[in-house]
Protein backbone atom coordinates (compact mmCIF):
# COMPACT_ATOMS: atom_id res chain seq x y z
CA UNK A 1 0.00 0.00 0.00
CA UNK A 2 1.43 3.17 -0.95
CA UNK A 3 0.37 6.11 0.58
CA UNK A 4 0.27 10.19 -0.01
CA UNK A 5 -0.58 12.73 2.73
CA UNK A 6 -1.41 16.31 1.53
CA UNK A 7 -2.89 19.41 2.69
CA UNK A 8 -0.33 20.34 5.55
CA UNK A 9 0.69 24.34 5.61
CA UNK A 10 0.13 27.29 8.03
CA UNK A 11 -2.47 28.10 10.09
CA UNK A 12 -3.48 30.39 12.98
CA UNK A 13 -4.20 29.48 16.58
CA UNK A 14 -7.86 28.50 16.62
CA UNK A 15 -8.29 27.69 12.94
CA UNK A 16 -9.09 24.67 10.86
CA UNK A 17 -7.15 22.62 8.45
CA UNK A 18 -7.96 19.17 7.31
CA UNK A 19 -5.30 16.42 5.73
CA UNK A 20 -5.96 13.61 2.71
CA UNK A 21 -4.31 10.46 2.58
CA UNK A 22 -4.82 9.16 -0.79
CA UNK A 23 -4.04 4.81 -1.10
CA UNK A 24 -3.00 2.97 -3.91
CA UNK A 25 -1.59 -0.48 -4.72
CA UNK A 26 -3.47 -2.25 -2.08
CA UNK A 27 -6.93 -3.12 -0.81
CA UNK A 28 -8.52 0.46 1.10
CA UNK A 29 -11.29 -1.24 2.46
CA UNK A 30 -9.47 -3.90 4.01
CA UNK A 31 -7.13 -1.52 5.62
CA UNK A 32 -7.78 -0.08 9.22
CA UNK A 33 -6.36 3.71 9.22
CA UNK A 34 -4.64 6.24 11.58
CA UNK A 35 -2.74 9.36 11.92
CA UNK A 36 0.24 10.31 13.56
CA UNK A 37 2.33 13.44 14.34
CA UNK A 38 5.87 13.79 15.21
CA UNK A 39 6.75 17.47 16.69
CA UNK A 40 10.86 18.41 16.69
CA UNK A 41 12.31 16.83 18.83
CA UNK A 42 9.58 14.81 20.14
CA UNK A 43 8.43 11.04 19.76
CA UNK A 44 6.32 10.16 17.00
CA UNK A 45 2.87 10.13 18.93
CA UNK A 46 -0.73 8.75 18.20
CA UNK A 47 -3.69 11.31 17.24
CA UNK A 48 -6.35 9.07 15.67
CA UNK A 49 -7.89 5.96 13.98
CA UNK A 50 -10.94 4.66 11.77
CA UNK A 51 -11.89 0.92 11.26
CA UNK A 52 -11.58 -0.30 7.65
CA UNK A 53 -14.88 0.11 7.06
CA UNK A 54 -15.33 3.90 9.40
CA UNK A 55 -17.49 2.81 11.50
CA UNK A 56 -15.22 3.13 14.78
CA UNK A 57 -12.90 5.47 15.24
CA UNK A 58 -10.64 6.84 18.25
CA UNK A 59 -8.44 9.90 19.40
CA UNK A 60 -5.72 10.44 22.01
CA UNK A 61 -7.49 12.93 24.58
CA UNK A 62 -5.11 15.79 23.51
CA UNK A 63 -7.65 16.23 20.01
CA UNK A 64 -10.17 14.53 21.19
CA UNK A 65 -13.13 16.69 20.37
CA UNK A 66 -11.51 18.87 17.65
CA UNK A 67 -10.34 16.68 15.60
CA UNK A 68 -12.15 14.31 13.24
CA UNK A 69 -11.18 11.25 11.27
CA UNK A 70 -12.90 9.43 8.07
CA UNK A 71 -13.05 7.56 5.39
CA UNK A 72 -14.32 7.49 1.68
CA UNK A 73 -13.96 3.94 0.73
CA UNK A 74 -14.87 4.69 -3.19
CA UNK A 75 -12.12 7.22 -3.25
CA UNK A 76 -9.39 5.02 -1.34
CA UNK A 77 -8.76 7.85 0.85
CA UNK A 78 -8.37 9.28 4.76
CA UNK A 79 -9.10 12.34 5.79
CA UNK A 80 -8.48 14.80 8.97
CA UNK A 81 -10.44 17.43 9.96
CA UNK A 82 -8.45 19.39 12.34
CA UNK A 83 -10.08 22.34 14.49
CA UNK A 84 -9.51 24.72 17.13
CA UNK A 85 -5.79 24.48 16.66
CA UNK A 86 -3.38 25.22 19.03
CA UNK A 87 0.57 25.71 18.70
CA UNK A 88 0.93 22.98 20.12
CA UNK A 89 -0.95 20.98 17.56
CA UNK A 90 2.82 21.71 15.37
CA UNK A 91 4.39 18.71 13.99
CA UNK A 92 4.67 16.16 10.73
CA UNK A 93 1.38 14.23 10.30
CA UNK A 94 1.53 10.95 8.93
CA UNK A 95 -1.04 8.70 7.94
CA UNK A 96 -0.36 4.82 8.07
CA UNK A 97 -1.97 1.81 6.86
CA UNK A 98 -2.44 -1.40 8.22
CA UNK A 99 -4.65 -4.82 6.57
CA UNK A 100 -7.02 -5.97 9.17
CA UNK A 101 -9.28 -9.17 9.54
CA UNK A 102 -11.75 -7.38 11.42
CA UNK A 103 -14.42 -4.19 11.57
CA UNK A 104 -13.23 -3.80 15.26
CA UNK A 105 -9.96 -3.11 14.67
CA UNK A 106 -8.61 0.16 15.58
CA UNK A 107 -4.58 0.74 15.88
CA UNK A 108 -3.72 3.34 18.12
CA UNK A 109 -0.06 1.91 18.08
CA UNK A 110 2.80 2.84 15.50
CA UNK A 111 4.24 -0.58 15.48
CA UNK A 112 0.68 -1.92 14.42
CA UNK A 113 1.22 0.44 10.87
CA UNK A 114 3.44 -1.28 8.51
CA UNK A 115 2.54 1.03 5.82
CA UNK A 116 3.57 5.20 6.12
CA UNK A 117 2.88 7.96 4.02
CA UNK A 118 5.57 11.19 3.78
CA UNK A 119 4.58 13.51 6.68
CA UNK A 120 2.74 16.94 5.61
CA UNK A 121 3.71 19.41 7.77
CA UNK A 122 1.29 21.35 9.94
CA UNK A 123 2.50 25.09 11.63
CA UNK A 124 -0.29 26.80 13.71
CA UNK A 125 0.98 29.86 15.18
CA UNK A 126 0.49 31.99 18.28
Known amino acids: VQLQASGGGLVQAGGSLGLSCAAS????????MGWFRQAPGKEREFVAA????????YYADSVEGRFTISRDNAKNTVYLQMNRLKPEDTADYYC????????????????????WGQGTLVTVSS
Open 50 to 57: INRNGART
Open 25 to 32: GGTFSNCG
Open 96 to 115: AATYSSSDYFIGTSQYEYPY
